[in-house]
């Protein structure tokens, strides 16, 4: 498999919930429809609401029905149109845990052949990510501001 598509179900907090990786060739359809029974699989009845991009289209709104998930497409703000990159709201978390994903380096490359070693390298990193989150002591402008958990 020579390109990839990387798909990520994530909670609010920005903690992985499901990976898939396919070949680039494959439609967003089939990766949604994956994602969606891995949540189901992972939350059960606790996942009641999916966010999810415009590229995914009715299969992966009835597939969601059909797990009793609701299914909602965050559709971009039209005063947004030919401005670039604007983070979506409600989605900007999956866009936030792909960038600290790429930062490292297994992954902005794609050296490994197999999805599932693929798949694997995405929880790694995630856990790498973690475990930096919880070992690095928050900032000093946010134990000013009363932020610090």
């Not at 903690?15 to 939350?43: K, P």
């Not at 792909?98 to 390298?121: F, V």
């Not at 475990?131 to 900032?139: A, C, H």
Request: proline letters at 4%; hydrophobic letters at 45%; a positive charge.
């Amino acid at each position: 498999m020579s390109g990839r598509k990387r798909g990520l179900a994530v909670d609010v907090l920005g903690l992985i919930i499901g990976v898939v990786v396919l070949a680039a060739s494959a439609h967003d359809n089939a990766a949604g429809t994956a994602l969606l029974d891995q949540a189901a699989e992972r939350c059960g009845m606790r996942l009641e609401k999916a966010l999810v991009d415009q590229g995914f289209k009715d299969e992966v709104l009835i597939h969601g029905a059909l797990l009793d998930i609701d299914v909602e497409v965050v559709r971009r703000n039209p005063a947004d149109q030919g401005k670039g990159f604007v983070p979506q709201p409600k989605r900007w978390i999956v866009e936030q845990v792909n960038g600290t994903l790429m930062l490292h380096r297994r992954l902005a490359r794609e050296y490994d052949h197999r999805p599932d070693t693929s798949t694997s390298r995405v929880y790694w990193a995630s856990i790498a990510n973690m475990v930096r989150r919880l070992t690095t002591p928050s900032p000093a402008w946010r134990d000013a501001l009363g932020l610090a958990a």
